[in-house]
T-cell receptor
């Protein structure tokens, strides 16, 4: 089954404690992206990757890091989480081929930073 | 930065009625996509319309695009309680898959 998986699904942590949210897709997609969703603001892009070893900042990259060492994985790293990073996070992937731009979303990771 | 803005923010209708949601955006686009989100879950792609298309259908969904007005509408006909969800429009421009989402319309369909 084609899917995007994220782990963990729920996480409570404290300010300053480094954490990683994993994202994996099994569709051989080139493009992967991280979004955060906050009430009234829709989804905002944090980082994206066009392919292995190619990453770039989205609209709200401050406080986040990513890496793309393998095509299927795109982890999101919070080196020193702060309460304003409490949010619902989504990973997404898509092909970069014309006509296949549909993005497939993971189930989400709900993060609470105390 | 938010590109798409949905209108209305919330919509409450009875089963069987049609639901219309609108989306406006600010810059030129390659395509516009509509997604659905059940409460707290991942987004599911509904339909994509390209900048050179004016109307597209998929089952009970009808999407229109007016690039001169920089607006799109999503019509769900004969709505069902299971259509209750949030609906987001997202625009893609620049040719590298980056989507910019609006804040969404919350649709409630009552039996």
């Amino acid at each position: 089954e084609a899917q995007v998986t994220q782990n963990p699904r729920y996480l409570i942590t404290v300010t300053g404690k480094k954490l990683t949210v994993t994202c994996s897709q099994n569709m051989n997609h080139e493009y992967m992206s991280w979004y955060r969703q906050d009430p009234g603001l829709g989804l905002r892009q944090i980082y994206y990757s066009m392919n292995v070893e190619v990453t770039d900042k989205g609209d709200v990259p401050e406080g986040y890091k990513v890496s793309r060492k393998e095509k299927r994985n795109f982890p999101l790293i919070l080196e020193s989480p702060s309460p304003n990073q409490t949010s619902l996070y989504f990973c997404a992937s898509s092909s970069t081929r014309d006509g296949q731009e549909t993005q497939y979303f993971g189930p989400g990771t709900r993060l609470l930073v105390l | 930065s938010q590109q798409g803005e949905e209108d209305p923010q919330a919509l409450s209708i009875q089963e069987g009625e049609n639901a219309t949601m609108n989306c406006s955006y600010k810059t030129s686009i390659n395509n516009l996509q509509w997604y659905r989100q059940n409460s707290g879950r991942g987004l599911v792609h509904l339909i994509l319309i390209r900048s050179n298309e004016r109307e597209k259908h998929s089952g009970r969904l009808r999407v229109t695009l007016d690039t001169s007005k920089k607006s799109s509408s999503l019509l769900i006909t004969a709505s069902r309680a299971a259509d209750t969800a949030s609906y987001f429009c997202a625009t893609e421009s620049g040719g590298y898959n980056k989507l910019i989402f609006g804040a969404g319309t919350r649709l409630a369909v009552h039996p």
